[in-house]
């Protein structure tokens, strides 16, 4: 995230306003560039308490483990580390953890990075965008389709209904908090 665009982001959650009001009152800050930049932060918080908000019966919330150690302001943890917004790769994964999994106990790691690194599918991932594209993950912009955490293990299928119903959840949200924050 870009310095101004960290030092400016407070303002919002205190204020309670939109990116562009607190911009306008702001010296200096008048740039096109920096209010898109804020707009898209803006959008993509908006859609993580989207998602902190909403519960789904048969699956649980990230923040119902380990005292929501995982809880994060993403729509999925997974963007912890691969967060960049204006990346030319974008990563979309099915979902994040599962219950089996996040029940075992806590995984520093998997706090620290987002994504546990010792998974296949994670090192597969890190793998094809080094030798495809030349980036790490960190380069990316990686997130979730699936926001809840499913029962069972990992490797557990979600049916497709709920699939196709987070993607147009989210989507919904995303394009009303767009027209609201341009």
């Given at each position: 995230?870009?310095l ?11 204020l ?5 009001s607190v911009?306008?009152?702001l ?7 920096i209010c898109?930049e804020?707009?898209k ?5 908006t ?8 519960r789904w ?31 030319d790769?974008m990563v979309l994964?099915?979902d ?21 690194p ?9 793998r094809?965008l080094?030798?495809?594209f ?7 912009y ?23 119903e ?17």
């Amino acid at each position: 995230m870009p310095l101004t665009a960290q030092v400016i982001r407070y303002p919002f959650a205190v204020l309670g306003a939109e990116p562009r009001s607190v911009l306008n009152r702001l010296p200096g800050f008048q740039s096109a560039t920096i209010c898109r930049e804020l707009n898209k932060h803006h959008r993509l918080r908006t859609l993580a308490k989207h998602r902190q908000a909403t519960r789904w019966p048969h699956y649980k919330s990230i923040a119902d483990y380990q005292v929501g150690v995982y809880e994060c302001d993403f729509v999925s943890p997974f963007t912890i580390g691969a967060g960049n917004v204006d990346a030319d790769v974008m990563v979309l994964l099915q979902d994040w953890s599962s219950d089996d999994e996040l029940t075992r106990g806590l995984d520093a790691e998997t706090r620290r990075l987002g994504y546990s690194p010792t998974q296949p599918t994670s090192r597969n991932l890190e793998r094809l965008l080094t030798t495809t594209f030349g980036l790490s993950l960190s380069d990316s912009y990686g997130t979730n389709l699936f926001p809840f955490v499913k029962p069972g293990n990992v490797s557990g299928r979600i049916p497709k209904r709920d699939l196709i119903e987070a993607a147009r959840e989210l989507r919904s949200h995303r394009l009303n908090s767009s027209a609201r924050s341009s």
